[in-house]
């Protein structure tokens, strides 16, 4: 019984480490296209950037958790993957349209700034994934 039970371990691990290299990826990418340096910001106790960040990142997730649950293979997820990421940055860029200087104003450690590109990223994800049926 415990043998059955493990049966999907090896797919688990394979799905498992693909998603933290997604992760770990996208963190890379989106921090290295938006105008301000979350980390820093982050290591520094600014709130704003790390409520946006964390958002964007569950933006992130949600579509990954849905290419993970209805993709053929890996590479398909990490396909999927990508276009999550793409679509991610995609919304950065849009949200900094009606909110001048986003960037600045998240450094500075404007919540609303960071509330509206983070909820912003997080409804783009929710959107992405529910599109991604197969």
């Keep these: 019984m415990i043998l059955q039970s493990l049966a999907g371990l090896p797919a688990f691990l394979v799905y498992f480490c693909t ?13 290295r296209v938006t105008a301000h ?13 790390a409520i946006a960040l964390g958002l964007s990142l569950l933006g992130f997730v949600l579509p ?3 290419a993970i ?13 990508a276009i ?6 995609i919304v950065y860029y849009l949200v900094r349209i009606p909110v001048p200087k986003l960037s600045a104003r998240i450094a500075a450690g404007e919540l609303a ?10 409804a783009a994800g929710a959107i992405n994934a529910a599109c991604m049926i197969y």
Excluded at 84 to 89: D, F, N
Aim: with cysteine.
């Design 113 to 122: 700034a960071a509330i509206w590109l983070g909820l912003s990223s997080l």
């Design 84 to 89: 999550a990421l793409i679509v991610q940055i």
């Design 37 to 49: 340096n979350e980390f820093d910001l982050i290591r520094a106790n600014e709130p704003a950037a």
């Design 19 to 31: 998603a933290i290299v997604a992760v770990v990826a996208y963190l890379f990418v989106y921090t």
């Design 64 to 66: 990954l958790v849905s």
């Design 69 to 81: 649950a209805h993709s053929a293979n890996v590479w398909d997820c990490l396909i999927w993957a």
